[in-house]
């Protein structure tokens, strides 16, 4: 059984950071891409960042590039989204994704609120 389980989120000021982890189980962690994607009140969710199996690509949306980094530990099977010089619109619940066998799997979200 496939297990996704964000962590790190909470209240942070404008221009702060917080680091998110996502703990995964039931799953080959290295023979996975995983993704970051967030969701803010009453919008659709949108990715926020791709990395590969090995951790050797990364991608991001354009809008946090230079903000966000993606990156993760397959001896620990958690990837990770450092969030820096955060800002009000940065505030969502973020999720991350695993594809499996042609399933899409999520965490249960950690919410993430930027304010002053």
């Known amino acids: 059984q496939v297990q996704l389980v964000e962590s790190g989120g909470g209240l942070v000021q404008p221009g702060g950071s917080l680091r998110l982890s996502c703990a995964a189980s039931?799953?080959?962690?290295?023979?996975?891409?995983m993704s970051w994607y967030r969701q803010a009140p009453g919008k659709e969710r949108e990715l926020v960042a791709y990395i590969s199996r090995a951790g050797s690509n990364t991608n991001y949306a354009d809008s946090l590039k230079g903000r966000f980094t993606i990156s993760r530990d397959n001896a620990k099977n958690t990837v990770y989204l450092q969030m820096n010089s955060l800002k009000l619109e940065d505030t969502a619940v973020y999720y991350c994704?695993?594809?499996?066998?042609?399933?899409?799997?999520w965490g249960q979200g950690t919410q993430v609120t930027v304010s002053s």
């Open positions: 039931g799953v080959t962690f290295s023979r996975h891409a």
């Open positions: 994704r695993l594809l499996y066998d042609a399933i899409i799997y």
